[in-house]
């Protein structure tokens, strides 16, 4: 018996035992003997996966849901390796948000095709779900999803929620999905921040996980098969990465980075991004097009006490300093804003949905001109409305975080019961 979702949640009672790591009617998760041979570098799924002649797909037609992250650790693209290898059969792709190729913007996707480089046909999975979406791994003459995309840790990341609707939609279609394990970039050590109440569910959220979930895609994969899929888990394998510790951020990986989508270039800007992507609900730039998206946030009129009341908050691991741009596209266009740049001074002490709720509470007491945005976008980023009304009745970061400790300590234990790496 698992843990359902109204438990999860905190509306009934914790009972019952999660038993194995794998969910009822799946395939076993694939643990690799393999030894890593660089020291120090991780392997991620992919790599394991090629190690083991890739066994794990034999005799399948394979439909791949990846984007430009998806690569070897020499750069290639899998999708090119894997069409060039006669122990595969690739037969389609599938692209998510912003596309296969990685063309399109924020909440846009490419149109489907076909792929240039290898002739599959390549098909559009943003938005779609359900029936609709298991009516196109149909179509596609698939048998198998295999998903292999970076994430980068925070909830509202559209990826980890293609991978939901492709498990749900596989479990519909009779597929099976086999999930290649990478690296959290900014580590697995905790999760933070508030849960997702159901009744907020959405694209950027669709079950009830914590902001910053600090899990991997596959840990994910095993959890939503548990917890939220139970009723018709999907045959699930999962193939882990070897050489990745909790602690580790990804410049530890040894891994080239590529970004998983325009508006995260570099690390540095994943390490930030589950705090300052809450300033898309707001009237504020969130550093969209700028060189540093997300590590800087501010708007036109703000001036330097905004910094300095984010600084005087003495939070751990981040330094707020006065910064000024100009964004070429998105919010405030060609126009010169005044806000705060984000240096964080120690990964391992930092908070990145404490500092984004501290940005929010200081920009609401010093500039005038702070506004939620009309829609209540931030309620769906952050799970619920609690942040937001919270904010505007002046409560503190301390107090903020104190409303969503229960329920993020009843994910925690949930979490813990599908973790992969020490």
């Not at 439909?63 to 430009?68: F, L, R, S």
């Not at 295999?146 to 492709?166: E, K, S």
């Amino acid at each position: 018996m698992t843990l359902s979702r109204r438990g999860l949640l905190g509306l009934a009672g914790t009972t019952g035992a999660l038993g194995t790591l794998g969910a009822v009617g799946a395939a076993p998760d694939r643990a690799p003997d393999h030894t890593d041979a660089a020291a120090g570098r991780v392997r991620t799924g992919f790599e394991q996966l090629a190690a083991d002649g890739y066994e794990l797909l034999a005799g399948r037609r394979v439909g791949i849901v990846t984007n430009p992250t998806g690569i070897t650790a020499d750069a290639r693209h899998l999708v090119d390796v894997l069409h060039a290898d006669a122990r595969v059969k690739p037969v389609a792709v599938f692209g998510p948000e912003h596309g296969f190729r990685g063309t399109a913007q924020a909440g846009d996707s490419e149109t489907a095709g076909r792929d240039p480089a290898t002739g599959l046909p390549v098909y559009d999975t943003y938005g779609k779900s359900g029936q609709k979406l298991a009516d196109v791994f149909t179509a596609a003459g698939i048998d198998t999803v295999v998903f292999d995309i970076q994430d980068v840790g925070a909830r509202f990341y559209t990826y980890i929620w293609t991978l939901y609707d492709c498990m749900r939609a596989a479990a519909l279609a009779g597929k099976a999905v086999v999930v290649l394990d990478r690296p959290n970039p900014v580590g697995g050590r905790r999760a933070a921040g508030p849960v997702l109440q159901s009744a907020y569910a959405s694209g950027v959220g669709r079950e009830p996980i914590a902001l910053a979930h600090g899990m991997t895609v596959a840990e994910l994969a095993l959890l939503f098969n548990g917890e939220f899929l139970a009723a018709k888990p999907v045959s699930l394998s999962t193939v882990r990465m070897t050489g990745w510790r909790r602690d580790s951020f990804f410049g530890a990986t040894g891994l080239p980075w590529v970004p998983p989508s325009p508006n995260v270039p570099t690390p540095d800007t994943a390490l930030v991004y589950a705090g300052t992507c809450l300033f898309e609900g707001t009237n504020l730039s969130e550093g969209r097009g700028t060189t540093t998206p997300f590590e800087v946030v501010g708007a036109e009129g703000v001036d330097r006490r905004w910094a300095e009341a984010a600084q005087a908050l003495g939070l751990p691991g981040v330094w707020f300093r006065e910064a000024y741009f100009t964004p070429t596209f998105s919010k405030f266009t060609g126009k010169q804003c005044g806000g705060v740049r984000l240096i964080v001074h120690d990964r391992a002490a930092f908070d990145p949905v404490r500092a984004g709720i501290g940005l929010l509470v200081t920009a609401k007491r010093t500039w005038s001109g702070f506004a939620w945005r009309t829609d209540h976008w931030i309620d769906q980023l952050t799970g619920s409305d609690r942040v937001r009304k919270m904010v505007d009745a002046g409560a503190g970061v301390e107090e903020i975080a104190g409303d969503w400790a229960a329920g993020l300590e009843r994910f925690a234990q949930v979490r813990g019961r599908y973790l992969l790496y020490p």
